[in-house]
Nanobody, 124 residues
Framework: QVQLVESGGGLVQAGGSLRLSCAAS????????MGWFRQAPGKEREFVGTINWSGSNTYYADSVKGRFTISRDNAKSTVYLQMNSLKPEDTASYYC?????????????????WGQGTQVTVSS
């Protein structure tokens, strides 16, 4: 079992930045690929980005590419999502997730563990 707790959400103006953190506990953090997803009210959960077990490989949704960066610190069992140039359409609850594989994965169904989410609101 892996427990995931997100933090760092909040209210920010368009063009601003936020950094989300996701702290993991339980089994060996480096055994898992990690991902970030988001869900806006009335919409399906959508993929944001993923990082492999070592942090050497990342992959992003087109909607955030060039603005968001995922990183991880295996010594701290934490994954981060740096969000720059935020837009109102980035407003959503953001979830981190862990997949029991070491390579990058982008589908919701490939992830085994989920956090409770943190709200990000971008005002125009």
């Amino acid at each position: 079992q892996v427990q995931l707790v997100e933090s760092g959400g909040g209210l920010v103006q368009a063009g601003g930045s936020l950094r989300l953190s996701c702290a993991a506990s339980g089994r060996t953090f480096s055994s898992y690929a990690m991902g970030w997803f988001r869900q806006a009210p009335g919409k399906e959960r959508e993929f944001v980005g993923t990082i492999n077990w070592s942090g050497s490989n990342t992959y992003y949704a087109d909607s955030v590419k060039g603005r968001f960066t995922i990183s991880r610190d295996n010594a701290k069992s934490t994954v981060y999502l740096q969000m720059n140039s935020l837009k109102p359409e980035d407003t959503a609850s953001y979830y981190c997730a862990a997949a029991s594989v070491r390579y990058i994965v982008s589908l919701v169904e490939e992830y085994d563990y989920w956090g409770q989410g943190t709200q990000v609101t971008v005002s125009s």
